[in-house]
């Protein structure tokens, strides 16, 4: 039997319960109070770059507070994410108007969720952006627990759940 890990590398399945606040403190994430903590692979994509980067090394019972920069976050707010579609690419029931969100699929089958820039009759500009694109993210995480993953899990890219795979 593999011993447990003292602290957090790549290939360890990390499993952690955090709260994700902007620069004026507002809570934009959390799932601390919740049963199950998250869980993810380390040192894969499988969160933001920049908390990955910032967890290696951690261990069992520590909290850290780590500010991740947009470039190590969701990336820079870009003016070449705003697209201009028909008004006729959504529902007939739809409100288009500046704000709203929508979820669709680009070109590749890929799911993309969009936000109303601007709403002006038979156009709409959509921004492409992440909603957190070019904002700095506060992040406050306790790691609840560090194993090694699994070799299903370091073939898939991903830490699965009690049990096994489970998507």
């Not at 910032?54 to 780590?66: C, N």
């Not at 904002?135 to 627990?145: I, P």
């Amino acid at each position: 039997m593999p011993s447990t890990p003292q602290a957090i590398a790549a290939g360890h399945a990390v499993a952690i319960y955090y709260t994700l606040t902007d620069d004026a403190g507002q809570v934009l994430d959390t799932n601390k109070g919740q049963k199950k903590p998250l869980v993810y692979l380390a040192g894969v994509g499988n969160i933001v770059k920049g908390l990955d980067d910032a967890l290696m090394g951690a261990v069992r019972g520590e909290t850290r507070k780590v500010d991740v920069a947009p470039a190590d976050g969701y990336g820079e707010w870009t003016e070449e994410a705003l697209e201009t579609i028909p008004r006729s690419a959504f529902p007939p029931e739809a409100e288009v108007v500046k704000g709203a969100v929508f979820h669709g699929q680009t070109p590749d089958g890929l799911p993309i969720q969009v936000r109303v820039h601007e709403a002006d009759g038979d156009e709409v500009k959509v921004d492409k952006n992440h909603p957190l694109a070019g904002q700095t993210l506060h992040f406050e995480v306790y790691v609840y627990g560090i194993r090694h993953a699994t070799e299903e899990e370091k073939q898939h890219g991903h830490a699965h759940g009690p049990g096994g795979h489970q998507h």
